[in-house]
C-alpha cells in the first residue's frame, strides 16, 4: 500500500528565506504528484501538479520537482512571504482513475 | 464565479441521527471526490464517483452513504453506524475521470457530536 510522509511537519523562517518542503513515498509506481496549501479551517487549494513523465513544474515562486526512482518530491518556495504561512500537503495519485493519497502536510510559519 | 460549494460551514449530530452534507459544483466536472481530515492527519478518501448515477467506496467507507443524481450534487450521508464522526469533511471534483487533472477541493463541513 502507497504511503506518504511529510517531514517536518511543521516549521518556521524567517521571511525572505526559501522555503524546501518535503514528500516521500513509498511506491515509485504513481501517475502524478500534487502539491496542495490549505489555510486554517478551510479547504485545500491546487498549487502544482506534476505527472509521472515530468521532472519539476513551476508557477511564479513555486517549483516543484518529482523524482520517481528516489520516492521523492520537493516544492521550493522562493523569497517566502508571511501570506505563505499555511499547511503544505502532498498526494500521489495511485490509480487510473485517480485516487489520491495525501500525507498529512507540513505546516509552515513564515516570521516577519 | 465557478467553484464548490459546500454547506454547512458547521454541523453537529446528535446520537442515533444520520446527518447529511451538502457538495455542489457549478465547474461540469466529470468526478467528484469526499473525503475526510482529521487532526495532524493527511486526507482519507470516503467515496467517490466519476459519472451519475455510479460511485465507489474509498478506503473509508464504512458508516457513510453517498447519491449522484445530477452531475453537480454529491451529498454525503453520515450514518448512526459511524461511531467516530468528529471530522473535517472535503468534498473536491475533477474535470475528468482518469486523474490526470488536479483536483479542486470545497471549503469544507466541520461536524461534531452533540
Known amino acids: 500500500k502507497q504511503e506518504v510522509t511529510q517531514i517536518p511537519a511543521a516549521l518556521s523562517v524567517p521571511e525572505g528565506e526559501n522555503l524546501v518542503l518535503n514528500c516521500s513515498f513509498t511506491?515509485?509506481?504513481?501517475?502524478?504528484l500534487q502539491w496542495f496549501r490549505q489555510d486554517p479551517g478551510k479547504g485545500l487549494t491546487s498549487l502544482l501538479l506534476?505527472?509521472?513523465?515530468?521532472r519539476e513544474q513551476t508557477s511564479g515562486r513555486l517549483n516543484a520537482s518529482l523524482d520517481k526512482s528516489s520516492g521523492r518530491s520537493t516544492l521550493y518556495i522562493a523569497a517566502s512571504q508571511p501570506g505563505d504561512s499555511a499547511t503544505y500537503l502532498c498526494?500521489?495519485?495511485?490509480?487510473?482513475?485517480?485516487?489520491?493519497?495525501f500525507g498529512a502536510g507540513t505546516q509552515v510559519v513564515v516570521t516577519p | 464565479d465557478g467553484g464548490i460549494t459546500q454547506s454547512p460551514k458547521y454541523l453537529f449530530r446528535k446520537e442515533g441521527q444520520n446527518v447529511t452534507l451538502s457538495c455542489e459544483q457549478n465547474?461540469?466536472?466529470?468526478?467528484m471526490y469526499w473525503y475526510r481530515q482529521d487532526p495532524g492527519q493527511g486526507l482519507r478518501l470516503i467515496y467517490y464517483?466519476?459519472?451519475?448515477?455510479?460511485?465507489q467506496k474509498g478506503d473509508i467507507a464504512e458508516g457513510y452513504s453517498v447519491s449522484r443524481e445530477k452531475k453537480e450534487s454529491f451529498p454525503l450521508t453520515v450514518t448512526s453506524a459511524q461511531k467516530n464522526p468528529t471530522a473535517f469533511y472535503l468534498c473536491?471534483?475533477?474535470?475528468?475521470?482518469?486523474?490526470?487533472?488536479?483536483?479542486?477541493f470545497g471549503d469544507g463541513t466541520r461536524l461534531s457530536i452533540l
Open positions: 473536491a471534483s475533477s474535470i475528468d475521470r482518469t486523474g490526470r487533472q488536479p483536483q479542486h
Open positions: 511506491d515509485s509506481a504513481i501517475y502524478n
Open positions: 506534476i505527472q509521472s513523465s515530468q
Open positions: 498526494a500521489a495519485r495511485t490509480d487510473s482513475w485517480g485516487k489520491l493519497q
Open positions: 465547474l461540469n466536472h466529470d468526478a
Open positions: 464517483s466519476q459519472i451519475v448515477n455510479d460511485f
